[in-house]
Structures are given as structure tokens and as C-alpha cells.
């Protein structure tokens, strides 16, 4: 499975963005989705929101819930982050990657496994 991550930028204090991710191979429909984020280099990434296989059932990190909105297109295989009112604390490396069970928005993952290159987001105040 590879993620292709897109949409990163540079942007002002509350801009909007919208990241895609493309995921090859077949899993994509039938797995829970997240964007996670890096926000320095050497730390570890943070689950920032899920989605559920149908795209019924969200769930996202405290700081950024009624900011974040992510949803997914099962029959593109592409999953989205449509980020509003960005903060500086925002700024990091956003990556998707399927989501394991048990794990939930502020948990940290390990990089263990396959990550694609990630979309660099920078917020400026």
C-alpha cells in the first residue's frame, strides 16, 4: 500500500487548505483512515483525525475539532482534511495511513511500517 499526500502550503493565520491523499491497492474501502501530523522533526506522529470505513463516524484531536473536517471517496480510493481557521500550532507534516484498531485522535504512533512523504503545511501569524 503507498499514500500519496497533496495539498500542503504555505499560509496565514486563519486560512483554509484542503489535503488529499491517494492510496493505491485495495485496502483503502475497507480500512478506518487518518491524517496524522509531525509537528517537529524526530517526534513522533500524532493521530489528528479517523474516519470510519463508510465515512459515517469521525473523530478528531481536541485542538482541532470544528476546524478540521475529514471525510473519504471510497470509489477514488482518496481521503481528505479540509483545514479551516489554521493556527500556527497547526504547522507540521501530514500524513494518511490506515489506522489501527484501538487507537484514537492525540495517541502517538511509532514509524514503524510504510509512510508516504507527507504534505508540509506552514502557518504564519
Known amino acids: 500500500v503507498q499514500t500519496v499526500e497533496s495539498g500542503g502550503d504555505s499560509v496565514q493565520a486563519g486560512d483554509s487548505l484542503t489535503l488529499s491523499c491517494v492510496v493505491s491497492g485495495n485496502s483503502f474501502s475497507h480500512s478506518t483512515m487518518g491524517w496524522f501530523r509531525r509537528l517537529a522533526p524526530g517526534k513522533r506522529r500524532i493521530l489528528t483525525a479517523?474516519?470510519?470505513?463508510?465515512?459515517?463516524?469521525?473523530d478528531y484531536e481536541d485542538s482541532v475539532k470544528g476546524r478540521f473536517t475529514i471525510s473519504r471517496d471510497n470509489m477514488k480510493n482518496t481521503l481528505y482534511l479540509q483545514m479551516n481557521d489554521l493556527k500556527p500550532e497547526d504547522a507540521a507534516m501530514y500524513f494518511c495511513?490506515?489506522?489501527?484498531?484501538?487507537?484514537?485522535?492525540?495517541?502517538?504512533?511509532?514509524?514503524?511500517?510504510?509512510w508516504g512523504l507527507g504534505a508540509q503545511v506552514t502557518v504564519s501569524s
Open positions: 479517523l474516519i470510519s470505513v463508510s465515512g459515517a463516524t469521525t
Open positions: 495511513r490506515a489506522v489501527r484498531a484501538g487507537l484514537r485522535p492525540g495517541d502517538e504512533v511509532s514509524d514503524f511500517g510504510l
